[in-house]
């Protein structure tokens, strides 16, 4: 069954046109990642799936059901807000009962459900603490407690991470994984962190100006950006943009090569310089130029390489992307 | 903290400056007190002394128990301050919320016009008002009294409020609408104690000039039982000879109450938000 669908979603905010057309399923069980620049739209897409914001056109079906016009509350959804939104004058036992009790749920489910919960976020010694005797990564699953305990369809994750520190963001995101496997439960996840959405997604939604770019697995993006944009937002460093009429005169395409396919070679066709070193032990990034345009390689294991040598970068048997000249992807 | 803050020889001017300034915003209050309790001689000859065995008399406080139905005055001043304060924080807010939460059409005229009441004084319209009161055969109420009060604070309130609404959070706001929470409900729990703060200013700054208006108890309720205190306290000053003793102990009691509300209102002022909603 499908947990969700969209069917020709548009957006505006009086004259600002912030979702266009936007078509898309979820299935049961999935986890789906929104990704994109800041302002492309994720969080609004977010709202309208909750609810919080009215399609200007189109329609919403959560688990088949028609909801353009049902209230956030009754759309079976659970949402976890990047902001933490924990209630203050609440404490962390009845921030996460309040929904239940809202919907008049029996004490022994409500108690049941709470525990379930505090067990699984580890949250069991602070449900009688307020939000702000609590630490930022406490908060936060506190916020998701709240999310678990109402069951919901489907889980509405806005970028939860971004407020926390960078350990306990790696942490935090093993977590939700982990609460991923064990409540088998739809989860759409927003992020504006290609990282985030490499290694959480089951499928990833690429977004940019209001528009769907791309949907598929995380491998399938990558090995198979269908544009330019796509290309160069996923992957760390980012794909290597340069004029193919380097390599072959006349040739007007955009080739890229991503980083980790670019090897030293003495025969290599591209005579670079390099401009700076990142030695990760693992890894080593080069920084270089090739006929003034900066390229990034990333060679496995440590090199002794140092600034201001050249040498010549050859680029993977098949590996080489073309894009025209308006970014969409040509065939190679 | 602050390096200038925490050197003691700053914090000690900054305190002396502060009990300076005390002193000063007090000190009519503290005359108005000891000379309420000294006979009509003692107030003229010294009136920087304290009351002594020889000077001390409670000849004004007697005076106004006697005179005019001092405990009515108070009771009808009570009334109309609180529940035209009730009033402005009440509809001020919900004003406020409707225009920082919600886009319809017409939202920012419909704010600018609540607004406007600001930069007009409502006594211009006193004529109009007073006419209005007559017709409607509420003149010598105290309805009369809290309808202009209320409505002389409004737009103040809606402006300050409206500000302060649009900081809260709206993932709080929506965290409960996902809850199912109705939008009254996240109004006077969710909203509401997170702009406590501006409430307190809000009811401050209406507090006092209600309890003080003489102009409008004087035209609209000017009968014995709707008298308040600032117009009941007007009988002791005469054209050709004044009750000092009189007003000075009308004034004293009169400034008791507006005391105790504004250290309860000052108090929500200072304790500030309960942090650690958001972020
Ligand atoms: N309530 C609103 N009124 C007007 N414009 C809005 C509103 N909410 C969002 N937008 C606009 O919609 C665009 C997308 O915003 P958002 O969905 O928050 O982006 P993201 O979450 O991807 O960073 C932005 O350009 C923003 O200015
Ligand atoms: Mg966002």
């Not at chain 1, 912030?18 to 986890?31: A, H, P, S, Y």
Request: aromatic share 8%; proline share 4%.
């Amino acid at each position: 069954m499908t947990a969700l669908t969209l069917t020709n979603v548009n957006k505006s905010f009086g004259q600002v046109h912030v979702l266009k057309d936007i078509n898309l399923e979820v299935q049961d069980g999935e986890f789906v990642v929104f990704v994109g620049p800041s302002g492309c739209g994720k969080s609004t897409l977010l709202r309208v799936i909750a609810g919080l914001e009215d399609v200007s056109s189109g329609d919403v079906y959560i688990g088949g059901e028609h909801v353009n016009l049902t209230p956030p509350s009754k759309r079976g959804i659970a949402m976890v807000f990047q902001s933490y939104a924990l209630y203050p004058h609440l404490n962390v036992r009845k921030n996460m009962t309040l929904a239940l009790k809202q919907e008049r749920q029996s004490k022994e489910i409500i108690d049941q459900r709470v525990a379930e919960a505090a067990r699984m976020l580890n949250l069991e010694e602070y449900l009688e603490r307020y939000p702000s005797e609590l630490s930022g990564g406490q908060r936060q699953r506190v916020a998701i407690g709240r999310a678990i305990v109402r069951h919901p369809k489907l889980f509405l994750f806005d970028e939860p991470l971004s407020n926390l520190d960078a350990a306990l963001r790696m942490n935090t995101r093993l977590e939700i994984a982990k609460l991923h496997q064990q409540l088998a439960a739809s989860m759409i996840y927003v992020t504006h962190d290609q990282s985030e959405a490499m290694t959480l997604a089951d499928k990833i939604v690429v977004l940019r100006d209001g528009y769907v770019e791309q949907i598929g697995s995380p491998m399938e993006l990558y090995n198979n950006p269908v544009n330019k944009f796509v290309a160069g937002f996923l992957g760390s460093p980012a794909m290597n943009f340069l004029p193919a009429g380097i390599l072959n005169e006349g040739d007007d395409r955009t080739l890229g090569v991503r980083p980790e396919d670019l090897f030293l070679s003495e025969g290599g066709n591209l005579p670079a310089m390099v401009q700076h070193v990142e030695q990760l032990g693992g890894d080593t990034n080069v920084i270089a130029t090739v006929k003034d345009h900066q390229v990034t390689a990333r060679l496995f294991g440590q090199h002794a390489i140092e600034s201001g040598q050249t040498f010549n970068l050859a680029i993977s048997e098949g590996k080489s992307y073309f894009f025209d000249k308006s970014g969409a992807r040509l065939s190679a | 903290m602050n390096k200038a803050r925490s050197n003691p020889l700053n914090k000690v001017a900054m305190h002396g400056a502060l009990i300076l300034y005390t002193l000063i915003a007090l000190f009519p209050v503290f005359v108005i007190l000891i000379n309420s309790f000294k006979n009509r001689k003692a107030i003229f000859r010294e009136p920087l002394a304290v009351p002594n065995a020889d000077t001390f008399s409670m000849i004004g406080y007697e005076t106004v128990m006697k005179q005019g139905d001092f405990f009515l005055y108070f009771q009808n001043s009570m009334i109309v301050t609180v529940v035209s304060l009730t009033l402005i924080l009440l509809f001020g807010a919900m004003a406020a919320f409707a225009l920082s939460e919600y886009r319809f059409r017409g939202n920012l005229i419909m704010g600018l016009y609540l607004a406007l009441g600001i930069m007009i004084p409502i006594r211009i319209g006193t004529v109009a008002i007073l006419e209005m009161m007559v017709a409607t055969g509420l003149v010598n109420t105290l309805t009369a009294l809290i309808l202009v009060y209320t409505a002389q604070g409004l737009p103040l309130a809606v402006f300050i409020l409206s500000e302060f609404m649009r900081q809260v959070s709206d993932d709080l706001k929506n965290a409960g609408r996902i809850d199912g929470l109705s939008e009254y409900t996240i109004f006077f729990r969710l909203v509401l104690p997170l702009v406590r703060p501006a409430m307190a200013t809000v009811a401050v700054f209406n507090m006092i000039p209600i309890w003080n208006d003489l102009w409008f108890p004087l035209i609209l309720a000017p009968a014995e039982e709707t008298k308040t205190l600032t117009l009941g306290s007007q009988v002791f000053i005469g054209q050709f000879v004044t009750d000092w003793n009189a007003v000075l102990s009308a004034l004293s009691m009169a400034i008791l109450p507006v005391l105790i509300l504004y250290v309860i209102f000052s108090r929500q002022l200072i304790r500030g938000i309960t942090s650690g909603a958001v972020k």
